[in-house]
């Protein structure tokens, strides 16, 4: 019967069904593209909003720590006052005296103040009285204004508009005279602050007081709401209404501010951004969206029109598909039901009919023998394998069928693709003989997996082996023997070659032989190395008789023509997993097992850690950096450190050089950890801190006044006469305890906090300056470190090369040096290597620099030539 026309009035109706579902899902597509886009809106807001809040608590950290400072001056200056006043009554000369000395320590406020019965006593940071009146009037009435307050209201003490927050403490002489000591933070801080952020538009922070009073507003510093109540009830986000200040301030519904309350005082921050700044980027979105979905509509359009085109084309070519499917190379079996319903001539070829017609109504049992290789039923494993191809579920198979001439098997890699015709599932089924290639991967893998002499698994078998039953029961203990034949060289160059390959191949199947009755493994490794690997109950007698049993194996005479020899083997054992957890690791233990069994005679030796712990080379090197120590054959380079602010010289770091007279230069990392693990730690450290003192005394001599810092290890810190030896090279030399700076690391000062305490408070008290040496890299307490008399603090290089590119380095090291500079530390940054990274550690407020960008290490000639051509001493 003639197929129907693709376009008679079934097809037709059809068609038009295809139209009204791509119309549907173009609806669909439509609602789709609505919610998502409102719930990216909302999730852009709501990133916004943690991004926000993260600065505006980042804000709130920053004033915290510069409140916290303020209130320390403060209280100092307070608290110096009422102690005078209970000695003698104080004056102006008193006041002003405590607020200058303050005034040299605190670099956070513009100007300390204290206010007596409405007299005004003011200095500025550098400590000069302040004497507009002006100022002191406006002042003075803040501090009235504001009785109770911490934090005053914003005071303008410039004509140009900067404005300062008053800090405030109020105390009582003894003499019931009440005083007034504040501070005066300046507004231009949080300027700069807002200068080096990421500019976005409408950007605004500021600090408000707890009773709602506007504090400080930047970028506008000036904001006529500054000292004014504003609205700052945050929702259960911390979402203000609106900007407190700003250019936002009079578009509520056009900003975003989060806001953040102080933990430690009585002010919160806010911190916004004008809605475009996410608005915009999720308006492209959705643009791109409504492109999306345009697109979507037109390319289904499109499809459908093809579409029509195509299946014309189908049909035309369906003649065509119909001689490909009988011309292919390979076997092509039309199944249905698990019958045959068609098949090409390669496929009646492979079976050996010739026609088609003898497979028709087969089964694929009836292809194939009645069981596989693998033990499987041809016939029920079969009919699984192609339901589960109907289903999707696989793609192919290998399977192995029968010949329907003479009954030879063969292998075959069938390929399966399901699919419908009319309402009937078919499944086509391509068949491609592979019993040569099956042969040829057999061969290759065997080549591969077996030494060719012995018939024996090679060392790659046994390596895999170990691993897999390492694997499979990661509980179970393994023995691995590694077996090296006695005085076989000699075997091979008295009798030839060709009958140590005679003796390795009788020994082969002998030891082959015995391992299947063990339920053990063998390999040959290569050379006359064989293996065996075996379960181990951790008995050591029941190992002593395997050991026992094989030696007897190996000393069976072997018969070369009417010679009789008798072979012993060397035996090295390393267990798992007490020695190693992979087959690498085995044979490395059983190596050296081995050769400890041959050096000392023995016919199995079993690993021992001590055996590798020290090769010759390491125990040669020791003696002679010992020997080196004692002729002088050391030598000290110096690297200068420099203030990172003008350059000026700061001291400089003595390093230790040894150039050996065969090995050339030695690396520091190669002889220092060795001396540090020995008792060579001591006498080294006496070397150098005995030369760079000395060298220290010539530069006095010459004109220089250079500090040197010297590094010290642990071992140094645990030393009761690492004082004595300070002191008596410092006698010694004639050099003042001041220009002597010892550099310990964190890592060495947790080893015994308490003893290394105790030994740096001796050095200090001595006038001794102390280091801590690669900060950041330990896990030192700051509790500890308050404790430590130390009064530098070097910044790991690791911290410092990545400035450049690294926002979170430049947290960690300004973080760094905020904690250092409370405690009242300098900072050394170490390895600056260009004059970017100097550039921001200047601007972090870093006090000093070392690096190659400075000068590198040199000899003393060359160094003091340096500091001569760079004068300026800090």
């Excluded at 607020?99 to 007596?116: C, E, I, K, M, P």
């Excluded at 791109?288 to 697109?295: G, N, Q, T, V």
């Excluded at 699984?384 to 030879?408: C, H, P």
Aim: hydrophobic share 45%.
């Amino acid at each position: 019967m003639p197929s129907k026309s693709l376009f008679d009035p079934h097809t037709r109706r059809q068609w038009r069904h295809v139209w009204l579902l791509g119309v549907a899902l173009c609806a669909w597509a439509l609602v789709l593209v609505a919610w998502e886009s409102w719930d990216d809106y909302r999730s852009s807001e709501a990133q916004y909003k943690r991004r926000l809040l993260s600065a505006a608590r980042l804000v709130t950290t920053q004033f915290d720590q510069i409140l916290a400072q303020s209130v320390a001056s403060v209280g100092n200056i307070g608290t110096e006052l009422a102690v005078r006043a209970n000695r003698n009554p104080v004056d102006s000369a008193d006041y002003l005296d405590v607020l200058r000395t303050a005034a040299r320590y605190d670099t956070q406020s513009h100007g300390l103040f204290v206010l007596d019965d409405n007299q005004l006593w003011l200095v500025d940071q550098n400590g000069r009285l302040e004497g507009r009146l002006a100022v002191q009037t406006r002042i003075r009435a803040a501090v009235a204004s504001d009785a109770g307050q911490v934090l005053g209201l914003p005071v303008q003490t410039e004509a140009d508009g900067g404005f300062v927050i008053p800090v405030v403490q109020r105390y009582s002489l003894r003499n019931g005279r009440k005083i007034v000591v504040g501070s005066l933070l300046p507004g231009a801080r949080f300027n700069e602050l807002y200068q080096r952020l990421i500019i976005s538009p409408g950007l605004t922070f500021g600090l408000v007081r707890s009773d709602g009073r506007l504090l400080l507003c930047a970028p506008d510093a000036t904001d006529r709401r500054l000292g004014l109540p504003v609205n700052i009830t945050p929702d259960s986000e911390s979402t203000l209404p609106g900007a407190p200040c700003g250019t936002l301030a009079d578009q509520p519904d056009n900003g975003l501010f989060m806001l953040s309350q102080s933990a430690q005082f009585p002010f919160s921050s806010f911190y916004g951004v004008h809605r475009s700044t996410y608005t915009a980027l999720w308006q492209q979105r959705l643009n791109w969206r409504l492109i999306s979905l345009a697109i979507l509509g037109v390319v289904i359009g499109l499809f459908t029109f093809t579409l029509r085109r195509f299946v014309r084309q189908l049909v035309q070519h369906g003649r065509f598909h119909r001689q490909m499917f009988l011309t292919v190379n390979d076997g092509i079996l039309l199944v249905e039901k698990g019958h045959v319903v068609d098949a090409n001539d390669a496929a009646c070829e492979l079976f050996g009919v010739v026609g088609n017609h003898e497979l028709l109504g087969r089964s694929l049992a009836e292809l194939s023998p009645p069981q596989q290789p693998d033990g499987q039923p041809s016939g029920a494993h079969g009919e699984e394998l192609l339901d589960a191809a109907a289903s999707g579920l696989i793609t192919g198979f290998n399977w192995q069928l029968r010949r329907m001439d003479n009954g030879t098997l063969f292998d075959s890699e069938i390929r399966l693709n399901p699919f419908q015709h009319g309402e009937t599932p078919h499944i086509l089924m391509a068949i491609r003989d592979v019993s040569e290639a099956q042969h040829y991967l057999a061969q290759q893998e065997y080549l591969a997996n077996h030494d060719l002499l012995t018939q024996l698994p090679n060392r790659y078998w046994m390596s895999r082996r170990i691993d897999s039953l390492i694997a499979a029961e990661p509980g179970r203990a393994l023995a691995f023997l590694l077996l090296d034949l006695n005085r076989f060289k000699e075997i091979n160059d008295t009798l030839g070659h060709q009958v140590g390959d005679e003796i390795l191949q009788t020994l082969g199947t002998r030891l082959a032989d015995w391992v299947k009755t063990q339920g053990a493994d063998t390999a040959r490794l290569g050379g006359d190395e064989l293996a065996v690997a075996l379960p181990f109950d951790g008995q050591e007698a029941t190992l002593a008789q395997v050991c026992d049993d094989i030696a007897a194996v190996i000393r069976e005479p072997l018969w070369a023509g009417n010679l009789a020899l008798e072979l012993t083997a060397s035996i090295g054992v390393a267990f798992y997993p007490a020695h190693g957890n992979d087959a690498i690791s085995l044979a490395r233990c059983a190596d050296i097992a081995m050769y400890e069994a041959k050096r000392s005679r023995q016919h199995v030796s079993l690993y021992r850690s001590g055996m590798d712990r020290f090769t010759p080379e390491r125990l040669a090197l020791h003696a002679e950096l010992a020997q080196a120590i004692r002729e002088d054959r050391l030598a000290l380079v110096y690297q200068p450190k420099v203030s990172a602010l003008d350059g000026s010289i700061a001291g400089c770091e003595a390093l230790l050089r040894w150039s050996h007279a065969e090995r050339g230069m030695i690396s520091p990392g190669e002889f220092i950890p060795m001396a540090e693990n020995s008792e060579l730690i001591r006498p080294l450290t006496a070397w150098v801190i005995d030369h760079a003192l000395a060298q220290v005394r010539q530069w006095l001599d010459s004109g220089l006044t250079i500090q040197v810092a010297v590094n010290i290890s642990a071992r140094n810190l645990l030393d009761a006469d690492l004082v004595g030896l300070v002191v008596d090279s410092l006698r010694r030399h004639r050099v003042p305890a001041s220009l002597l700076e010892l550099e310990v690391t964190e890592s060495a000062l947790l080893e015994d906090p308490e003893t290394a305490l105790a030994r740096l408070t001796r050095l200090h008290d001595l006038g001794v300056s102390m280091a801590i040496d690669d900060f950041g890299t330990g896990y030192s307490s700051l509790a500890y470190l308050k404790r430590l008399p130390v009064q530098v603090l070097k910044i790991d290089r690791t911290f410092i090369a990545p400035l450049v590119t690294s926002q979170p380095d430049v947290l960690i090291v300004q973080s760094t040096i905020g904690l250092a500079h409370s405690f009242g530390l300098k900072v050394v940054a170490e390895g600056v290597e260009d004059a970017a990274i100097l550039d921001i550690l200047r601007g972090l407020g870093c006090d000093l620099a070392q690096g190659y960008h400075i000068a590198r290490p040199q000899p003393p000639a060359a160094i003091e030539a340096w500091f001569r051509e760079h004068a300026v001493v800090a």
